[in-house]
C-alpha cells in the first residue's frame, strides 16, 4: 500500500539535522512476550490450523518453550488446540480483544460514511489508515469497490509506515534525517523499481502537495492516493487512502477525488 500548504520547511521536514533528531527511549527485551507475540502473528497469517512443531520451526523457537508459550495463551483463550489434530489455531478470546479495539477507535466509526462515499462514487477501494505507531500502519476502516477489483486488505491489516503514498506522508511528517529515512527504505519491498533519492524527492513533494500517489511502484497496476489527516500543522494521526486500478481515473478524476478526500480528512479532525 498505499496516504496545509507548506511550501517551506521546518524541524519537522525530511532531512533534518542530525542534531536534531530525538532518540527513541531503550526498550528492554522480553523474550516471553515477543515470542508469544510472534506465535499469535503467525497463526492469525497462516489459514490452516498448525502443529506445535510446525510453529517452532517456522519461529525458530526450541519446541518445548514453544509447547510452555502455546499452553499459556490456550489457559488465556487467545489461542484455541484442537484435541484431534493437536493443531493451534487463533482463539475465540482474540475477537474480543480486536472488538474491544474496534469500539473504541472513534475514528473509524467517524470516517466510515466518507469512505462508502469515496467508494460509491469513484469506485475505488477507500482505506482509513491509523500512522500514530512510527513503524507501522494500521487499517481501521475500509469500504470496497463494486468493480471487479479487490486489495489483500482488511480492517487489521498491519504493514511497515513508509511503504505506498501513505508512506511518503508518514515521512515527510516523520522528523527523522535522511539517513534515517535511508536506512528504513532500504528495508522496503516494492513491486515497480524506485530508488531512495526518487523516493525522497516525493516525500518532499507530498509535504507542500498535502498529498500522494504511487502509481503502480507499491502495488503492480495499481494507483494508490493518501491524504492526511491532521490537525492545522500537527503531524497526521491517519490517512485517508483510495486504491483504483491503473488508468482507472483520468486526471480530471484524480484531482476531483483528492479534494474530496481532503474534505472528508477536515471532516474527521472538526473545526
Same mark, same amino acid.
Given at each position: 500500500?498505499?496516504?496545509?500548504?507548506?511550501?517551506?520547511?521546518? @524541524?519537522?521536514?525530511?532531512?533534518?539535522?542530525?542534531?536534531?533528531?530525538?532518540?527513541?527511549?531503550?526498550?528492554?527485551?522480553?523474550?516471553?512476550?515477543?515470542?508469544?507475540?510472534?506465535?499469535? !502473528?503467525?497463526?492469525?497469517?497462516? !489459514?490452516?490450523?498448525?502443529?506445535?512443531?510446525?510453529?517452532?520451526?517456522?519461529?525458530?523457537?526450541?519446541?518445548?518453550?514453544?509447547?510452555?508459550?502455546?499452553?499459556?495463551?490456550?489457559?488465556?483463550?487467545?489461542?484455541?488446540?484442537?484435541?484431534? $489434530? #493437536?493443531?493451534?489455531?487463533?482463539?475465540?478470546?482474540?475477537? @474480543?480483544?480486536?472488538?474491544?479495539?474496534?469500539?473504541?477507535?472513534?475514528?473509524?466509526?467517524?470516517?466510515?460514511?466518507?469512505? /462508502?462515499?469515496?467508494? $460509491?462514487?469513484?469506485?475505488?477501494?477507500?482505506?482509513?489508515?491509523?500512522?500514530?505507531?512510527?513503524?507501522?500502519?494500521?487499517?481501521? &476502516?475500509?469500504?470496497? $469497490?463494486?468493480?471487479?477489483?479487490?486489495?489483500?486488505?482488511?480492517?487489521?491489516?498491519?504493514?511497515?509506515?513508509?511503504?505506498? @503514498?501513505?508512506?511518503?506522508?508518514? =515521512?515527510?511528517?516523520?522528523?527523522?534525517?535522511?539517513?534515517?529515512? #535511508?536506512?528504513?527504505?532500504?528495508?522496503?519491498?516494492?513491486?515497480?523499481?524506485?530508488?531512495?533519492?526518487?523516493?525522497?524527492?516525493?516525500?518532499?513533494?507530498?509535504?507542500? /502537495?498535502?498529498?500522494?500517489?504511487?502509481?503502480?511502484?507499491?502495488?503492480?497496476?495499481?494507483?494508490?492516493?493518501?491524504?492526511?489527516?491532521?490537525?492545522?500543522?500537527?503531524?497526521?494521526?491517519?490517512?485517508?487512502?483510495? &486504491?483504483?486500478?491503473?488508468?482507472?481515473?483520468?486526471? =480530471?478524476?484524480?484531482?476531483?477525488?483528492?479534494?474530496?478526500?481532503?474534505?472528508? @480528512?477536515?471532516?474527521?479532525?472538526?473545526?
Amino acid at each position: 500500500m498505499k496516504q496545509g500548504d507548506q511550501t517551506e520547511w521546518s @524541524a519537522s521536514q525530511v532531512g533534518q539535522p542530525d542534531f536534531l533528531a530525538t532518540p527513541g527511549p531503550r526498550i528492554r527485551p522480553v523474550p516471553a512476550v515477543s515470542r508469544s507475540i510472534a506465535i499469535l !502473528r503467525l497463526l492469525g497469517k497462516t !489459514r490452516t490450523p498448525l502443529g506445535v512443531n510446525a510453529i517452532a520451526q517456522a519461529l525458530g523457537l526450541v519446541p518445548s518453550t514453544c509447547l510452555h508459550i502455546l499452553r499459556a495463551l490456550v489457559e488465556e483463550k487467545l489461542v484455541a488446540f484442537d484435541q484431534q $489434530s #493437536k493443531h493451534y489455531r487463533l482463539g475465540i478470546g482474540m475477537l @474480543a480483544l480486536a472488538r474491544s479495539a474496534i469500539d473504541s477507535h472513534a475514528f473509524a466509526s467517524l470516517i466510515q460514511a466518507g469512505l /462508502d462515499d469515496l467508494s $460509491s462514487h469513484y469506485k475505488v477501494t477507500a482505506i482509513a489508515v491509523d500512522v500514530t505507531n512510527p513503524d507501522q500502519m494500521v487499517v481501521v &476502516a475500509l469500504s470496497r $469497490s463494486s468493480i471487479p477489483f479487490r486489495l489483500h486488505v482488511d480492517v487489521g491489516s498491519v504493514f511497515p509506515s513508509l511503504l505506498s @503514498a501513505t508512506g511518503r506522508l508518514v =515521512a515527510a511528517f516523520s522528523g527523522q534525517t535522511r539517513a534515517q529515512l #535511508k536506512t528504513r527504505f532500504d528495508k522496503l519491498r516494492w513491486a515497480g523499481p524506485l530508488d531512495f533519492d526518487t523516493w525522497h524527492q516525493e516525500v518532499r513533494q507530498a509535504a507542500q /502537495d498535502d498529498h500522494s500517489i504511487d502509481r503502480g511502484i507499491y502495488i503492480a497496476g495499481v494507483t494508490i492516493v493518501a491524504v492526511p489527516v491532521r490537525q492545522h500543522s500537527q503531524p497526521p494521526t491517519h490517512t485517508i487512502v483510495c &486504491a483504483s486500478m491503473m488508468n482507472q481515473l483520468t486526471e =480530471a478524476d484524480l484531482s476531483s477525488l483528492i479534494h474530496v478526500m481532503r474534505f472528508q @480528512a477536515a471532516l474527521a479532525t472538526g473545526p
